[in-house]
């Protein structure tokens, strides 16, 4: 991954619309090759800004940058990026070739290369031999992967990607999230996504954006978000993360860095009040003198405990926050 | 009766109200027409003598030729005004295109008749129009009244509404992404309209093509209203048959040949929907 000028810069953004909501100061660069992810609750700004970057929304203040060149004001048209919507991608009266060819024959690429470059995408896409085939007699998950190669044919500078495979079931919705990851590397290319799905975000992404209510709350690596999480705000949306009061300050751990003790070495005390299997892990719901608290334990360890039983537990890892940060 | 034999029955039983009404007062008419329409007045033999009348005479041919010029004049205009009124509707955010749309609707819950006067008011040739030339010192006569000009500017006053609200549904049913995803790649106005507007929209075009031409052609008040003596239109030469010359056969091959020509159109639109195409299958 190459550093050194960023691909995208985004300067100062700030869109606000008529009823007061909107983005405001936003700064990022986004660099080549990378697949950096704006995720948050809905309503957020993430789209936004997303729509922003593509061109579908004009900004109020701020400026953007793709490849150094200012595109702030540009319409779609005019910018090098591509967008892929949540659904109802591709045109539903045109074939998958001519879906694919639409872009390519606006810019008088000649036909020989257009069927040449069709091909060669619906391979990286895993889908040759659809070209005659119209959207509605595609899976969802095909229309998807076709609505990418469709972008990535014009070869833009940024692929934009709104909640792409939210309109999927869960299945399909991961084996995207791995094609995606494919593709992304095979062809270097840069990706903007958006989503709300802090799952998606954490195995797709290089970074994560975090959004709260139309502000950056935190940029990061997902281990970067996920072990210093800059705020409550964001310890709270990624992940399960239990908060403990002490004095002014908020002492956050995640359920795995709870360790329980039968033995009573454990510094702090509270009783199990109910404990539920996981899989390989189970979640462990312990009552202590104010609050209650949630501990990830292996399943070998869940034989020593019951319900009801009095124990001690460690925090192997925390972090603090003053109030109301 | 037996509940197996009553379920059986159920169905017939709740259709007969309706079907008893349609063969009285649809089926029963247009079969006593169409049969009348070749029968001779006075030995009761079969004949073509009506429909030969209508065919050769000179009058006659001319009405029918009329009327087809002010519906196909009525109809082209519509199409036009309706599809760009939609298009504003649909694609502009103002808020002018919010009450363009709200006064679309207007013309539907005006009366005919009183549709009419009124714009006879205004066009005929000592009229508002002609009043405020007067104004500003000119002699302003549109001579629209008593020829085709006239019912074509009202048949196209009652048409577009309907016509426009058709268009703006299906307009509506594109999705936005649709358009987005068109930018996206690249694609002008211009190409966006030719490559997915009109493709996804032709179909409920040519409904409201289909409708403004049927509604048309048996069209009554406004040529009786706003028509000269001759030639007149199809609605009103059959309304002579039936009322001044009481000549039922007459009216009958008349009635008869109005419906061929408003079958034309019903072809066009029940072709255009049989032929569903490869995309509009559901999968």
Known sequence: ?325 | MSSQKLKKWTPYLLTAPSLLVVVLFVIYPILNSVFRSFQNKETGGFTLEHYQYFLTDPLQQSNILYTLKIVLWTVLITLVFSYLLALYLRFSGSRLSKWMGMLTLLPRFIPGLVAVYAVILVIRDSGVINRLGMLVGQEWQLGWMFNEKGIILMNIWFNIPFSTLIIFASLSGIQQSIIESAKDVGASKWQIFRSMILPLSYKDALVAVTFTFMGNVGSFTTPFLMGGNSPKMLGIALYDQFNSYMDYERAAALSVLMFLICSLSAVVYIYSNLKEKEWEKRA
């Open chain 1, 1 to 325: 991954m190459k550093t050194a000028t960023p691909k995208v810069e985004i300067k100062q953004l700030a869109k606000v619309y008529p009823n007061g909501d909107g983005v405001r100061d936003i700064n990022l660069d986004i660099r080549e090759g990378e697949i950096i992810t704006l995720l948050g609750p809905s309503g957020c700004g993430k789209t936004t800004i997303l729509r922003a970057l593509g061109g579908f929304i004009d900004v109020t203040r701020g400026s953007i940058s793709i490849n150094g060149e200012e595109v702030t004001h540009l319409p779609p048209e005019q910018r090098p990026t591509g967008m892929v919507f949540q659904s109802y991608n591709l045109w539903p009266h045109m074939t998958v070739e001519e879906n694919l060819a639409f872009g390519l024959k606006l810019r008088k690429t000649p036909k020989k290369d257009i069927k040449r470059r069709i091909e060669e995408m619906l391979e990286i896409m895993r889908l040759p031999g659809t070209e005659k085939k119209y959207p509605n007699q595609l899976s969802g998950g095909q229309q998807q992967r076709i609505a990418i190669a469709r972008s990535l044919l014009l070869e833009p500078a940024v692929l934009l990607m709104d909640e792409p495979f939210s309109a999927l079931d869960a299945k399909i919705r991961m084996q995207m999230r791995e094609e995606l990851k494919r593709i992304q590397a095979e062809l270097n290319i840069t990706v903007v996504f958006v989503t709300h799905d802090q799952e998606e975000a954490m195995s797709l992404s290089h970074r994560i954006v975090v959004m709260d209510k139309g502000k950056m709350a935190q940029v990061g690596t997902p281990a970067e978000i996920y072990d210093k999480p800059a705020s409550t705000y964001v310890a709270s949306f990624i992940g399960e993360m239990n908060f403990l009061e002490r004095g002014g300050e908020q002492l956050a751990f995640r359920p795995e860095d709870v360790s329980i003790h039968t033995d009573g070495n454990g510094m702090r005390s509270g009783v199990i009040r109910s404990i539920m299997l996981l899989g390989h892990y189970a979640s462990v719901t312990i009552q202590t003198e104010n609050t209650t608290i949630k501990a990830f334990v292996p399943r070998h360890e869940t034989v020593e405990l019951e319900e009801g039983q009095t124990i001690s537990f460690d925090l192997n890892k925390l972090l603090t926050y003053k109030k109301g940060a």
